[in-house]
């Protein structure tokens, strides 16, 4: 007669559970910013009335007031062809394939706030806070007028 006897494990403490539940949060979290992006990618918009400008929505949405832009620097640019204004290094932002948003150094080494999707259809908009912004807009010669007659 054969004897058989099995022995279990001492059950571990909960902390692995811990670990797979905080790495699973993490991971969703992660899931969940990269569709944002993906939806911000879609839906941003750029108002503008007599107080300023308004940019998102988005992970990098922001307000600029008029008195920060600098109308007289405002200007239409394709970026295929004004290669000063390429992005060139991404210090905090998204970069998809046709979709770029956030933080970059430009190839001029000035900083700038980027939404671009289309290169040739760039609003470049300086402002007297150290950085400039970058906008792919359909009707970009519009936009570029209204922010020149900000007053």
């Known amino acids: 007669m054969k004897m058989e006897r099995i022995f279990g494990i001492i059950p571990a403490s909960p902390a692995p559970y811990i670990v797979i539940w905080v790495i699973s949060l993490i991971l969703l979290a992660i899931i969940g910013m990269f569709i944002y992006v993906g939806y911000s990618s879609r839906h941003v918009n750029f108002t503008v009335n007599d107080e300023g400008l308004r940019i998102g929505p988005g992970f990098y949405g ?14 239409v640019v394709n970026l ?4 000063d ?14 979709y770029s948003a956030g933080w970059f150094k430009l190839a001029n080494k000035e900083k700038a706030l980027v939404f671009l999707t289309d290169r040739s259809r760039v609003v470049y908009i300086p402002t007297n806070k150290e950085y400039s912004v970058l906008l792919s807009v359909r009707e970009a010669e519009e936009l570029a007028d209204v922010l020149k007659n900000l007053d």
């Open 62 to 75: 922001r307000f600029i007031p008029a008195e920060d832009i600098d109308k007289e620097g405002v200007k």
């Open 85 to 98: 204004y390429q992005p060139r290094w991404r210090t905090n932002g998204a970069g998809l394939p046709g």
């Open 80 to 83: 295929d062809v004004d290669s």
